[in-house]
């Protein structure tokens, strides 16, 4: 049942994809207006269906991943139920009619084997429905002949609304999967590679890493073919032309170290793994690989760990200077350069930590701002606009636009540029331009300030974890952390001191 509740996530998710085009820009922002969405619609049909009235067992699964979502509105309880099943069976339909009687939604599914017997099978259900409803149906339940035992694992009400989940270790990114628009050649008629099979094997190939990938993974190599070398030299060549007058001077500075130490030539499309240990060594960052674009929520929380979800594949050579899709050059070009710094290192970090358990509406807001910073991001530097987002920066085009006449620059307002309208048809028409990095961050640390979460996150580097910072024994530990550190600060200032006054 789980599977096939899957399978009609995924047939919506295509559909989506489908019917918004393949063949163009796709952004984190479509991704999390179309989470908000279907979130909000899944409420509807609870609503819905609380007045009793019908709608169809195609409409009634959707599962946020892995968060329990629960309605405050509507005073209902979210439980998750384990039913043991005699002999085996994992014939649910009696039991799915008992629950509908008491007005209770099932919103997940998932049958296995019993881990006590063999002879049993267990029944996990993820419910939600009124407390009276609750109460008759789960009495009922342990009176069905076919159950055999009944553990309610989970109890919520509007009262004790659970949390949204977020990864707490950097091991659960391996959690954090989930496509939101999957971008396959074989299903899009438009896809320049659509037509040429030895392609789409090629990514077929290299999808599978990413899905067989596990945190702690070296990364596999690739054996890029020539045609995707000439494609990466083609896009390499227009872009290092432009550089030098284009871009800000931390993307030239780091590009430049990228040429002399890590292979970044004309002819050679470096790999992930070297590139992922070159950003451990240069700020803590290091890549994943990722086969398609993420949901907003997913690619967000990752970069809470300093992890930068990547692609591995080439765009089809056919249309060197388009993709609809990133692709490797995107990620080499654009992202790697800039993740390489320190201060730019830490706003991506902290755009992440903001992220978690974040509502809908914010992470919206927040994959905004994504587009607008780190992908479109226009910054002065010597009286001079220069680029620092990573789509203008791997794109020829779009960085001769960005920083010629056509487009309207604004300054960079984080309030406002939450709620900007994202065009994805044309070159951008709108830029937002920073002071500079420190006055982008402290914009940003204010805007984060005033969402709405009950706690602030912190991130352990020693432990790779996030810690939630709601209770006093965590401020307390993180107070003397911090005492610590301020304690070497001022040794350090001390020394400094003490070393100019006696002139040495
Ligand atoms: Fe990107």
Redesign the pocket.
């Known amino acids: 049942m789980a599977t096939e509740t899957v399978k009609r996530r995924l047939a919506f998710q295509k559909s989506y994809s489908q019917e918004h085009g393949g063949w163009r820009r796709k952004s984190l922002i479509d991704d999390a207006k179309f989470e908000t969405l279907s979130n909000l619609e899944f409420e509807k049909r609870e609503k819905i269906h609380s007045k009793g009235d019908s709608i169809s067992e195609e409409e009634d699964v959707f599962v946020n991943g892995d968060a329990i979502v629960t309605s405050d509105k509507s005073n209902k309880l979210t439980f998750g139920i384990i039913l043991s099943l005699k002999d085996g069976s994992t014939n649910i339909g009696p039991i799915i009619s008992l629950f509908e009687n008491f007005r209770i939604t099932i919103k997940h599914i998932e049958t296995r084997k019993s881990r006590k017997s063999d002879a049993h099978s267990e029944v996990f259900l993820l419910c939600s429905g009124k407390k009276d409803g609750v109460t008759a149906a789960t009495t009922n339940i342990q009176k069905h002949s076919k159950v055999s035992g009944v553990d309610i694992i989970s109890e919520s009400s509007p009262e004790n609304k659970p949390e949204i989940w977020f990864p707490r270790h950097i091991s659960e990114l391996d959690k954090c999967t989930h496509l939101i628009s999957k971008f396959e050649p074989e299903l899009d008629l438009d896809h320049p590679g659509y037509t040429d099979k030895a392609y789409r094997d090629r990514r077929q190939k290299i999808a599978d890493i990413a899905f067989d990938y596990k945190h702690g993974d070296p990364i596999p190599r690739v054996e890029y073919t020539q045609e995707d070398i000439n494609t990466w030299g083609h896009v390499f060549r227009q872009l290092k032309k432009l550089f030098p007058t284009h871009a800000c001077k931390i993307h030239r500075d780091i590009f430049q170290v990228l040429e002399d130490e890590c292979g970044y030539t004309a002819d050679n499309i470096p790999q992930l793994e070297d590139i992922s240990n070159f950003l451990k060594r240069k700020t803590g960052f290091q890549l994943r690989p990722v086969s398609g674009l993420l949901t907003a929520r997913d690619f967000l929380a990752s970069l809470a760990f300093r992890v930068f979800q990547c692609t591995q594949y080439v765009r089809h050579g056919s249309k060197p200077d388009y993709t609809p899709e ?1 692709d490797c050059i ?1 990620e080499l070009l ?2 790697v350069p800039m993740l390489a710094d320190p201060g730019f290192a830490q706003f991506s970090q902290e755009l992440g930590l903001n992220s978690l358990g974040a509502s809908d509406e914010d992470i919206e807001k927040f994959a905004t701002l994504y587009w607008f910073t780190i ?1 479109f991001g226009l910054c002065k530097q010597g009286g001079q606009i220069r680029a620092y987002g ?2 203008v920066l791997s794109s020829y085009g779009e960085l001769l636009h960005a920083l010629g006449d056509t487009p309207e620059r604004r300054a960079f307002d984080p309030v406002k540029t939450s709620l900007q309208e994202y065009t994805d048809q044309d070159l951008q028409p709108i830029f937002y331009v920073v002071e500079s990095f420190e006055d982008m961050m402290d914009k940003m640390r204010n805007y984060a300030a005033n969402i709405r979460r009950p706690y602030e996150v912190r991130y352990d580097p020693y432990t790779q974890t996030v810690q939630t910072l709601n209770n006093k024994d965590m401020l307390h530990s993180v107070t003397r952390d911090l005492r610590g550190e301020l304690e070497y600060l001022e040794r350090a200032i001390d020394r400094i001191q003490c070393l100019t006054m006696t002139g040495r």
């Open positions: 990133p995107h654009g992202h992908e990573a789509a």
